[in-house]
């Protein structure tokens, strides 16, 4: 998702990626089988107000990031 679907994500919305939320997640259900017979995902929705960080180390890292981001708008 990374690596691949967040790059078109932002480049189709003309979003930066660090003007993204810090916490969030997409959910995707399982699409047509592709002409090779590989598996195809659709987006289902994406969250932004119900996500719970795991594991028990991802607050403080979204902290320390959240922290950066603003220190880059001073």
Do not use: C
Request: aromatic share 6%.
């Amino acid at each position: 998702m990374e690596d691949e679907w967040t790059p078109q994500l932002t480049s189709l919305l003309d979003v930066a990626r660090g003007d993204l939320p810090a916490i969030w997640d997409a959910d995707f259900m399982l699409g047509s089988a592709q002409a090779d017979g590989s598996d195809s995902y659709v987006l289902g929705e994406i969250n932004v107000s119900s996500v719970h960080p795991y594991p028990d180390e991802a607050p403080a890292e979204i902290a320390r990031r959240v922290a950066d981001r603003l220190q880059l708008k001073l």
